[in-house]
């Protein structure tokens, strides 16, 4: 398994409070993903990164925000949390995108319940 | 819109049974299919997956099944153990794309 490893793994704020969670791999992955789980949704991509300072857009990127400065690290920041950004927040990473037979590896996730 | 479904939230079957977890696609242009599983407090993991050019992928106990006219995949795991109580999550992507879609995932029990 990869060594994904995220902080915090519990996490209560207050509305309007700007939250930053981070991941770090310890694999050398090029690719590092966010996904937030929701009963019903599954997993939902929120951002993605293919390299140091290269992110993109997922599926439900609007209110959050990402940086990567380094390839073990990928920060996933909520500007001004809503109570709508409760859920539970999962760092995956990958050795390349979508190549038959890789799969993305995933941290242990992060609770975040926004009051 | 979900493109990928899973529409049985749970399934309950006894020990050394099959269970058999289902999943269906909208889109297309899916060519690559994956089953994860997830026990609580704990991050996904990749069980199996499967190509569009196969219709069959088996790994010891666990076979996928993928119907591309269908738009249709299922997980069959035979026999059932306790231990694969779990919530199983169907993906899909495209070969080469950066994403992955998930299902709304099937929390698999299995009774002893």
């Known amino acids: 398994d990869a060594g994904i490893t995220q902080s915090p793994r519990h996490k209560v704020t207050e509305t309007g409070t700007p939250v930053t969670l981070r991941c770090h791999q310890t694999?050398?992955?090029?690719?590092m993903y966010w996904y937030r789980q929701d009963p019903g949704h599954g997993l939902r991509l929120i951002h993605y990164?293919?390299?140091?300072?290269?992110?993109d857009k997922g599926e439900v990127s609007d209110g959050y925000s990402v940086s990567r400065s380094k390839t073990e690290d990928f920060l996933l920041t909520l500007e001004s949390a809503t109570s709508s950004q409760t859920s539970v927040y999962f760092c995956?990473?990958?050795?390349?995108?979508?190549?038959?037979?890789?799969?993305?590896?995933f941290g242990p996730g992060t609770r975040l319940l926004v009051l | 819109d979900q493109q990928v479904k899973q529409n049985s939230p749970s399934l309950s079957v006894q020990e050394g049974r099959i269970s058999i977890l289902n999943c269906d696609y909208t889109?297309?242009?899916?060519?690559?299919f994956l089953w994860y599983k997830k026990y609580p407090a704990e991050g996904p993991t990749f069980l199996i997956s499967?190509?569009?050019?196969?219709d069959k992928n088996e790994d010891g106990r666990f076979t996928v099944f993928l119907n591309k006219s269908a738009k249709h995949l299922s997980l069959h795991i035979v026999p059932s153990q306790p231990g694969d109580s779990a919530v199983y999550f169907c993906?899909?992507?495209?070969?080469?794309?950066?994403?992955?879609?998930f299902g709304g995932g099937t929390r698999l029990m299995v009774k002893p």
């Open positions: 990164s293919y390299g140091v300072k290269d992110t």
């Open positions: 995956a990473t990958s050795p390349s995108s979508g190549r038959a037979g890789e799969t993305q590896y």
């Open positions: 499967i190509s569009s050019i196969k």
């Open positions: 993906a899909a992507t495209r070969l080469g794309g950066n994403m992955l879609t």
């Open positions: 694999e050398n992955h090029r690719y």
């Open positions: 889109n297309s242009m899916f060519d690559y």
